[in-house]
């Protein structure tokens, strides 16, 4: 009995998925593809800072060195708002991508409009997550061929560190927002199929975006 429930046991641990870690506290640790990086601390907590070189000019995206995903959870806290000087309709946008390419312009990503959570425009609410698949399937292609269905209704607060949580299993994905028990984005058609690549700080047109460390867990 008790080499069967070692072995029981054996098995059981070696099932279970295993989780990486990736410290953001060296900008060293990124190959910056757009916008610069630097460690920061932000409302009282360390992580990465990530802006446009110029504002207004384009996006921020940085690869994760070393880190290949397909299937499982990836699990961070991230905070945006419009930077400084940035343009009328910037909203904060800040999100990861996952499943980037050699080519780091091919990538899937689920990302907030922070300013749109409390917006007063209802219309605006409904636009404060959205996925996307660079670069086929911009958000402005899904919303026009699809309205509703890449992008849904979070509360979101500007600037405040804001949990997510990717899922991805094969070509679907779900989106979790401050740690609830239901995503908030359901994705059941990941434009890329399933598939692997690396792991991303993205960050849209005008923003001032903050990053704490991410959590891996494959599948």
């Given at each position: 009995?008790?080499?069967?429930?070692?072995?029981?046991?054996?098995?059981?641990?070696?099932?279970?998925?295993?989780?990486?870690?990736?410290?953001?506290?060296?900008?060293?640790?990124?190959?910056?593809?757009?916008?610069?990086?630097?460690?920061?601390?932000?409302?009282?907590?360390?992580?990465?800072?990530?802006?446009?070189?110029?504002?207004?000019?384009?996006?921020?995206?940085?690869?994760?060195?070393?880190?290949?995903?397909?299937?499982?959870?990836?699990?961070?806290?991230?905070?945006?708002?419009p930077a400084a000087?940035?343009?009328?309709?910037?909203?904060?946008?800040?999100?990861?991508?996952?499943?980037?390419?050699?080519?780091?312009?091919?990538?899937?990503?689920?990302?907030?409009?922070?300013?749109?959570?409390?917006?007063?425009?209802?219309?605006?609410?409904?636009?404060?997550?959205?996925?996307?698949?660079?670069?086929?399937?911009?958000?402005?292609?899904?919303?026009?061929?699809?309205?509703?269905?890449?992008?849904?209704?979070?509360?979101?607060?500007?600037?405040?560190?804001?949990?997510?949580?990717?899922?991805?299993?094969?070509?679907?994905?779900?989106?979790?927002?401050?740690?609830a028990p239901q995503?908030?984005?359901?994705?059941?058609?990941?434009?890329?199929?399933?598939?692997?690549?690396?792991?991303?700080?993205?960050?849209?047109?005008?923003?001032?975006?903050?990053?704490?460390?991410?959590?891996?867990?494959?599948?």
């Amino acid at each position: 009995m008790h080499r069967l429930l070692t072995a029981v046991v054996a098995v059981s641990l070696l099932t279970v998925p295993a989780t990486e870690v990736v410290q953001l506290d060296r900008a060293e640790r990124l190959a910056v593809i757009a916008g610069t990086v630097e460690p920061a601390t932000y409302r009282g907590r360390k992580g990465l800072k990530l802006v446009e070189r110029e504002i207004n000019q384009g996006l921020g995206f940085a690869v994760l060195n070393g880190v290949e995903f397909g299937n499982g959870t990836i699990e961070t806290e991230i905070a945006g708002l419009p930077a400084a000087g940035a343009v009328e309709g910037s909203r904060g946008f800040v999100g990861i991508a996952f499943h980037v390419q050699k080519d780091p312009h091919s990538y899937e990503c689920f990302y907030l409009r922070p300013t749109n959570g409390r917006a007063d425009d209802q219309l605006r609410r409904n636009h404060a997550t959205q996925y996307i698949s660079e670069p086929e399937f911009p958000w402005q292609k899904l919303r026009q061929e699809n309205p509703g269905v890449y992008e849904s209704y979070v509360d979101l607060e500007a600037g405040a560190w804001t949990p997510i949580r990717i899922v991805v299993d094969g070509a679907k994905a779900q989106f979790y927002v401050h740690n609830a028990p239901q995503p908030v984005l359901v994705v059941n058609d990941l434009k890329k199929g399933a598939i692997s690549g690396g792991i991303a700080l993205w960050i849209g047109q005008g923003t001032e975006a903050y990053f704490s460390n991410i959590s891996i867990t494959r599948r």
